[in-house]
């Protein structure tokens, strides 16, 4: 078993940028030329259920490297990439600079389809032999991050046939996995070489015409060699690519309808907006248990329990039904026994599942692992939002025995020395050192920059905790269970009380980090405390010195909060989690900030991530970034090896957006608060917005800092109401 601190490391190379697109559980990521050069040693591949099913990925033009022009993706599952010759002397014949163009488009769906065009803009016929290296190396995802394994399975020999190749893996679980690379046009000559294979075309463009080349990619998984059953790809790969287009822009188009529409005159923004909605979409993947949102690409393209839930809770404005997938999904993985190994207990909600080789061969615990202390309260705060916001008692009636599952965790498992807190230990071979959403080895740190001393009490976790109290006893009263629901209404009182005493730092004015395993107060200044704003358990006068804590100079950057206070010994601005900005903190933060109204302070903070997002490609806020302070004419500092898309980051931008225009549902309807915007934001218009069993729309006009609120339209019973 590998040590918890591997789990976490870096690949060998990091790549400045590089394009990604996803379709269900199949993902690829290249340079921005479209190249995957081979023996590359970082994270480019196209891979599937943590496997990489192409490792090499190379065009040549006449043997050398064509001119990048430009890349782009397109709802975040098409590529579009323009390539140009450089000077060439072909057979005595010169080809001038940039006289042939070269696009090449992709896009996911079920399988990986390419198209390659070449374009001659000369007066004269050009001749070109095109070259494609293409290789398979079938390494787990956590061997391409830079673990090492002591046995790997066996790579087979490439077969080539008389419409493509494949190429196989015999992995040592026993399963085999495969690669099929099928084409249109045959090409001049295919080579093996090692574990690639080279693919040469001889072709012949006239002047001023074109010439395509289609491609398919697909991936399978099977037990017996050769024989994998539900893999089709179609006989003509151009077929493939049109329909795939086709259904690509009809998905997209479904999906958008059946969300929440935002609308502004700030076309950057829309286009922010627009980013988002498409990265949720191609993070939504379709699992044999069902559908479920993963966490992000590369490294977390796979169901994470925290994340899923925080992402489905910041998305009850953009579309309730994220969040019903996600429960849905996490209750068939609920633990059911004592299994100290993956650190799974009766009712506990996972952290992690991994498909690959290496999870296989127990050689990882993700088969799945438990390891999250605050999983499972995420797992009741969010049933009791979305219950809450769609009054769908139904389906609160089916969650019913999960729900009391998560609480006898949270109060005999989650709770082991009965103190009212939930803490973990995190000793367990191969598995977290820290279990909350700062989990990798060095996140959780004392005030001389050591690791805190388990077992740990973290102070956002038993904010959530009382949150889950409070909304555990709400729901257990609509089920008609009173005394249960009183039970956990005097438990989240007790809670409160001993809470606000035992993690006041009266020094700094604020919250503390943790409790340590002698029950000390750890004071360390960080951005932990900024959640337990959204859950209500602070008095409005301790919560106001949490916010001037969080805006000061030593944790606001300008661009965000920082993880850590850049005062403390253990701080890092480029850090993954000592001293970084979080996009998905910030926005628990900004939420946290309108439950005590202060608006003031949630429009500063809106306005610096919403800022930040457009320094980035796409507009696309990134798991996280670094830390440094915000200076003119600089753009915030991409941290190196950051998930883009990940789905708690893109689903900020609708956190912040619903934190800064005060929507709250009630049990009588929606209840729109005090809304402030961004002083860029001068109007925005909501339409389709899902509330119990109709649909709203508002518009909301910006006039000198003074946001107005207007209804446009409502369906069904829903009322709205509006508090100036």
Not at 63 to 68: A, K, L, R
Not at 81 to 93: F, I, K, M, S
Not at 504 to 509: C, I, K, M, R
């Amino acid at each position: 078993m590998l040590p918890a601190d591997k789990l976490r490391i870096a690949p060998e190379r990091v790549e400045v940028q590089t394009e990604v697109i996803k379709s269900n559980e199949i993902f690829l990521i290249t340079l921005p030329d479209g190249s995957v050069p081979c023996g590359y040693p970082g994270g480019l591949g196209l891979y599937y259920r943590d496997t990489r099913f192409l490792s090499a990925w190379e065009f040549y033009v006449e043997g050398v490297e064509p001119n990048f022009l430009a890349a782009g993706t397109r709802f975040s599952s098409f590529f579009q990439c323009d390539l140009a010759n450089p000077e060439l002397l072909v057979a005595g014949q010169l080809i001038p600079l940039q006289t042939v163009h070269f696009r090449l488009l992709r896009l996911l769906h079920g399988a990986l389809y390419q198209r390659f065009r070449v374009r001659n803009y000369n007066l004269f016929p050009v001749t070109l032999t095109l070259s494609f290296r293409v290789g398979a190396d079938y390494r787990d995802l956590f061997e391409v991050r830079g673990m090492k394994r002591l046995e790997r399975g066996e790579i087979l020999p490439a077969q080539l046939e008389r419409d493509g190749v494949v190429f196989q893996y015999r992995g040592r679980d026993g399963l085999y996995r495969a690669t099929f690379l099928r084409w249109d046009l045959p090409p001049d000559e295919v080579q093996p070489d090692e574990e690639n294979v080279w693919i040469r075309y001889r072709v012949q463009v006239p002047p001023k015409e074109r010439v395509y080349l289609y491609w398919a990619v697909g991936v399978a998984v099977g037990e017996k060699k050769g024989v994998f059953p539900g893999v089709t790809l179609p006989a003509d790969p151009k077929d493939g690519f049109l329909t795939g287009a086709e259904a690509q822009r009809q998905g997209f188009s479904a999906w958008r309808e059946s969300c929440t529409q935002f609308l502004t005159p700030r076309e950057r923004f829309n286009q922010m907006l627009d980013q988002a909605l498409a990265d949720l979409w191609v993070l939504r993947s379709e699992y044999p248990e069902g559908p479920i949102i993963e966490a992000g690409v590369p490294w977390f393209a796979t169901v994470f329990g925290r994340d899923a839930l925080i992402t489905a809770w910041q998305t009850l404005i953009v579309n309730p039904q994220i969040c019903r997938e996600v429960l849905r999904f996490l209750v068939r993985y609920q633990g059911a026994k004592v299994d100290p190994a993956r650190e799974e207990e009766p009712g506990k909600i996972i952290h992690e599942i991994r498909r690959g080789e290496m999870a296989n061969c127990r050689e990882i615990l993700h088969t799945p692992y438990y390891g999250s202390i605050d999983a499972t309260p995420w797992f009741i705060i969010v049933l009791g939002d979305f219950v809450h916001w769609t009054q769908d008692l139904e389906f609160l009636q089916e969650m019913h025995a999960p729900l009391l599952k998560a609480l006898t965790w949270c109060t005999d498992y989650g709770d082991k020395d009965n103190d009212g807190y939930i803490e973990y230990v995190g000793d367990v071979p191969g598995g977290l050192k820290n279990q909350g959403w700062k989990d990798s080895w060095d996140g959780i740190l004392d005030p001389e920059g050591r690791p805190v001393e388990p077992p740990v009490a973290l102070v956002e976790v038993q904010a959530y905790l009382y949150a889950a109290y409070r909304r555990a006893s709400r729901m257990l009263s609509l089920l008609g269970d009173r005394k249960a629901a009183k039970e956990y209404e005097e438990r989240s009182r007790r809670l409160r009380r001993n809470f606000c005493r035992d993690f006041w730092v009266v020094e700094q004015d604020c919250l503390g980090l943790a409790l340590d395993g002698q029950k000390r107060l750890v004071k360390t200044v960080a951005s932990n405390m900024g959640h337990v704003l959204f859950t209500g358990i602070l008095q409005p006068t301790a919560a106001k010195k949490v916010a001037r804590k969080l805006l000061s100079r030593e944790l606001f950057s300008g661009w965000g909060i920082r993880t850590l206070s850049a005062a403390e010994k253990g701080y890092n601005a480029i850090s993954y989690h000592n001293g970084s900005v979080w996009p998905h903190d910030n926005s628990i933060i900004a939420f946290g900030l309108r439950r005590y109204n202060l608006l003031e302070e949630l429009r500063l903070l809106a306005e610096a991530l919403f800022d930040a997002a457009y320094e980035f490609p796409y507009f696309r806020l990134p798991e996280l970034f670094c830390g440094f302070s915000r200076r003119p004419n600089v753009k915030p500092v991409r941290y190196p090896v950051a998930c883009e898309p990940q789905a708690w980051a893109v689903s900020s931008l609708f956190l912040l957006l619903q934190a800064c225009i005060g929507v709250k549902v009630t049990t009588e309807g929606l209840l729109i608060q005090r809304p402030v915007l961004p002083s860029f934001l001068k109007e925005l218009q909501i339409r389709g917005l899902k509330v119990h069993d109709g649909r709203v729309g508002i518009d909301f006009i910006n006039r000198d800092g003074r946001v107005f609120c207007l209804p446009i339209e409502k369906t069904g019973s829903v009322r709205i109401i509006i508090e100036a």
